[in-house]
């Protein structure tokens, strides 16, 4: 598959325990947050969003938390699985500007 | 829905040559993207467009022509291939700004 990252961060973590990836974010003035999977070879895959008007959202087994004071973003993964091993990947929006811009990612592992 | 699809998936290019890169997709998204992707680095925006008609500059236009004459397709051209260019490219489109962009699963361009 394609080496999405060859020099990425890296965590790694048992199988079974909680993941926790951190994002800094650039423009205190970005209003709408994206973390994003991306398996070896593939393209990136839409995992959970939050606007700013928020500092957590869950989802299935993800959480995101949003902190403005200090331009940080957490995606924590509860009972991590072999299957959530990726590059994981956050992205900030400022409205009217149509565009994102992408962090460099954090890899993943998953222990067995 | 099949997504978003892109073709060719690997290109080797020699030096001054040109190409096109196709994207397509049928969820009727107004808003496309076009974004490259080097090793250890976040996806970079090339160019998008927000409907049919309409295309404008991300962060690293240079050296790339986009043209979006109907809702599905969005092509990326390349008039002289460049060795900075080889990288990986990603085409993404979504419903509306700051919604989920779904991604196609990448070109991979080598130039020589």
């Known amino acids: 598959g394609e080496s999405v990252g060859l020099h990425l961060p890296t965590l790694s973590v048992q199988e079974g325990d909680n993941s926790i990836i951190n994002c800094a974010y650039s423009?205190?003035?970005?209003?709408?947050f994206i973390w994003y999977k991306q398996e070896s070879g593939k393209g990136p895959q839409f995992i959970i969003d939050?606007?700013?008007?928020?500092d957590k959202r869950q989802g299935q087994r993800v959480t995101v938390l949003l902190n403005k004071t200090v331009k940080h973003l957490s995606l924590q993964i509860a009972a991590t699985q072999p299957g959530d091993s990726a590059v994981y990947f956050c992205?900030?929006?400022?409205?009217?500007?149509?565009?994102?811009?992408f962090g460099t990612g954090t890899r993943l592992k998953v222990l067995a | 829905n099949t997504g978003v699809t892109q073709t060719p998936k690997f290109r080797i290019l020699k030096i001054g040559q040109s190409m096109t890169l196709q994207c397509t997709q049928d969820m009727n998204h107004n808003y496309m993207y076009w974004y490259r992707q080097d090793p250890g680095m976040g996806l970079k925006l090339i160019y998008y467009s927000v409907g049919a008609g309409i295309t404008d500059k991300g962060e690293v236009p240079n050296g790339y022509n986009v043209s979006r004459s109907t809702t599905e397709d969005f092509p990326l051209r390349l008039e002289l291939a460049a060795p900075s260019q080889t990288s990986v490219y990603f085409c993404?489109?979504?419903?509306?700004?700051?919604?989920?962009?779904?991604f196609g699963p990448g070109t991979r361009l080598l130039v020589l």
């Open positions: 992205a900030e929006s400022l409205s009217g500007t149509y565009k994102y811009i």
């Open positions: 993404a489109s979504g419903y509306r700004e700051q919604e989920t962009q779904y």
């Open positions: 423009n205190s003035a970005s209003d709408y």
């Open positions: 939050i606007r700013s008007n928020m």
